[in-house]
């Protein structure tokens, strides 16, 4: 049977859109939905650098073109309109709100004359020293703009030839975009911010004294991004990354955002100039680079203007954390619970003088790492100390080079992981030399974390997370071979009880799901949840239409891309696709098979994309305590199916707000009332 499916990329400007609604929200705090309006910024951002860029290289590479350039348009379109929506929330809604509550964001000249000579000597003293100024000739050619920087267009006139120039000013990435204006231009209780596109506005004529100046406009070119790593590339990983590195930020332009009063004229230039269709020109009023002030406004002091106070709840593990995680298995509910515990497990490892060895996988993490500190300090006080860094970790790539320096300069062990495979696993084992309080005979016992999150505690202040702490020794022992794995030790591995990308993830999938759908056969109750960031691997969905088709029900909650229809007929009617967007970043992973009554739960750090399931390490592992399976269920599953605050899409492809029957409170907060 022929099976349909969703457009990935079109998926992923779905869920742009559902973040928007956030700061749509009028019920959201003032300088949250600000804050919102730039984190869609920053997604569209990272949408062009990746995703389109993905789509524009298939293109070139491909020769049946129709497809793709109808799909390239609605893209287009799309982008657009999302765009434009960003804008009129924040120009028509958030900045007169905030314009009333004595918050002032200038990004046209339209401050008040009383500020005019402070900000003209702000320009001359701070600004027009460092632009860079370049007339357009055959000598001078259009110079190329780095990924995401600001420029200025600038029509000229020649006071003598009277012929029209074309000018660039350039914008040094070390210089801000914004100024907060002092406290003696403005009242004390006022806060004023003058954005460099409203100045350059008003004084961008004065960089130009030879010349006629006849107006300016604000451009952004967006470029490819991806960093491409040839099998060549793999013998020194990290001099061809940094390598590559320098070189991101000149990739090919993807789009080009512009003042909304650009002539026509100018924007087929520029069109020109980058070798792209004008289609790829976006209109943007005032700013474009939103993205870049998202903690713009974080020390105003006003409580009503934020969302309430999270502080995470403390774990208590006592004076030994050891003994804590061997009395039973230990889950903890990131940003619910604090991460804190997290690091005190490394810390107390790095300073015991029975600790062997730790090892561990690093993806993501801090730019200043407590728990990095501390695997630094363990190496220095002798104990064995073993981490895959993740060099190719998108975005990150630079910070985990410089981790990677740091701790083999204490003496640490640094590996990559396998060729051409991204290490994803959330990873850590210590192992401890411990005396038997029966035999008093000395052994080795193994203590391991296992996590849908990364190992950075400032993330899990705002993503929704699991850690797991266990002394269990079957999931250590299959840690620690996973570990083997990827030291180039063990070349096939068959872990007892975690799953295991890029080997078993696909098979184990085949097998749990061809159960529930003999019991379906049976008339018995079958039943699962899947519980993911992005669903894009046809393989996975398959299996999930099959299963539908043979009378499984089956609820996914998939906060991002999903390219499976849900309520097809002959395809996929009992099966729910969810959706939730709010306070906290819905991150963990989470797989739910009723399995007869027996019910198994596993928590994972892979989603259900082809890279993660077949080129990438990744660990899905099993939550054994009858109390922690329990606990999984209640508050990062049933949240999201009970609450009236999560989306349901249609077969129509249409994301609606749940009906009214629902709860009342958020996902989140379910889960907080759950926790506490």
Request: charge should be positive; aromatic fraction near 10%.
């Amino acid at each position: 049977m022929a099976y349909t499916y969703n457009d990935r990329e079109i998926s992923n400007l779905d869920f742009i859109k559902r973040v928007l609604t956030i700061a749509q929200n009028f019920k959201v705090p003032l300088i949250e939905r600000y804050r919102y309006i730039c984190i869609c910024c920053s997604l569209l951002d990272e949408f062009f650098e990746i995703r389109f860029s993905s789509v524009l290289e298939e293109l070139k590479n491909t020769k049946n073109k129709t497809h793709l350039n109808k799909k390239i348009k609605k893209i287009q379109i799309y982008s657009k309109k999302l765009e434009k929506d960003i804008q009129t929330v924040f120009f028509a809604d958030i900045l007169p709100k905030l314009r009333l509550q004595d918050i002032i964001l200038y990004t046209d000249n339209d401050w008040p004359e009383s500020h005019q000579n402070a900000i003209r000597l702000f320009f001359n003293s701070k600004i027009k020293p460092y632009v860079n100024t370049i007339v357009i000739d055959i000598n001078r050619p259009f110079p190329k703009m780095i990924n995401k920087s600001t420029g200025y267009f600038i029509q000229l006139c020649d006071k003598e030839t009277k012929n029209m120039l074309y000018a660039v000013v350039q914008i040094p990435r070390t210089l801000n975009r914004v100024y907060k204006l002092s406290k003696n231009i403005v009242s004390a209780d006022k806060y004023s911010f003058v954005f460099l596109v409203a100045m350059m506005k008003e004084h961008a004529k004065s960089l130009f004294p030879d010349h006629d100046f006849l107006n300016s406009y604000q451009f952004k070119v967006t470029r490819n991004s991806d960093l491409l790593i040839s099998l060549e590339d793999m013998d020194d990983l990290r001099d061809s990354i940094s390598g590559k590195l320098k070189t991101r930020q000149l990739g090919e332009p993807v789009r080009i955002e512009t003042s909304t009063r650009m002539p026509k004229k100018i924007i087929n230039f520029l069109a020109d100039q980058h070798r792209i269709d004008a289609n790829f020109i976006h209109p943007f009023r005032g700013t474009p680079s939103l993205a870049s002030y998202i903690n713009l406004l974080d020390h105003i002091k006003r409580e009503d203007f934020y969302f309430p106070k999270h502080t995470p709840k403390k774990v208590s593990f006592g004076s030994d954390i050891f003994k804590w995680i061997q009395e039973t298995d230990r889950l903890i509910h990131h940003p619910y619970e604090s991460f804190d515990v997290v690091n005190q497990f490394v810390i107390n490892a790095a300073r015991d003088p029975n600790v062997i060895s730790i090892k561990q996988t690093i993806y993501r993490a801090d730019k200043k790492s407590k728990l990095i500190d501390a695997l630094m300090q363990a190496a220095i006080n002798g104990i064995d100390v073993t981490v895959v860094i993740e060099l190719q970790a998108r975005f990150d790539e630079e910070t985990n080079i410089k981790w990677a320096e740091k701790l083999e300069n204490v003496g640490a062990h640094i590996m990559y992981g396998k060729a051409n495979f991204k290490c994803h696993a959330k990873l850590l084992v210590v192992t401890r030399r411990e005396q038997s309080p029966k035999t008093k005979r000395f052994m080795i016992v193994n203590y391991a974390h296992l996590g849908t999150g990364n190992y950075n505690a400032k993330n899990a202040n705002s993503y929704s997370d699991f850690s797991l702490l266990t002394s269990n020794q079957k999931i250590t022992n299959d840690v620690l071979l996973i570990f083997a794995f990827l030291s180039g030790v063990r070349k096939k591995i068959k872990p007892k009880l975690i799953l295991h990308s890029p080997d078993t993830h696909l098979t184990f999938l085949r097998k749990m799901i061809n159960f529930e759908i003999r019991e379906a056969k049976k008339n018995n109750k079958a039943e699962l949840i899947v519980k993911v960031n992005s669903l894009t691997d046809q393989r996975a969905i398959d299996l999930l239409y099959r299963a539908s088709n043979a009378g499984v029900k089956i609820i996914l909650i998939v906060r991002g891309v999903s390219r499976l229809i849900p309520g097809i007929k002959k395809q996929s009617e009992n099966i729910s696709v969810l959706s939730t967007v709010g306070r906290f970043l819905e991150h963990h992973r989470v797989l739910y098979f009723y399995h007869a009554g027996f019910e198994h739960v596993y928590c994972s750090s892979a989603d259900w994309m082809e890279r993660n399931l077949s080129r990438r390490t990744e660990a899905t592992f099993p939550i054994l305590d009858p109390k922690l399976k329990q606990r999984v269920i209640k508050e990062a599953l049933k949240p999201h199916i009970d609450s009236r605050h999560t989306y349901v899409l249609d077969k129509n492809l249409r994301y609606k707000m749940k009906n009214s029957k629902g709860r009342k409170l958020h996902p989140n907060e379910i889960a907080m009332e759950e926790i506490q």
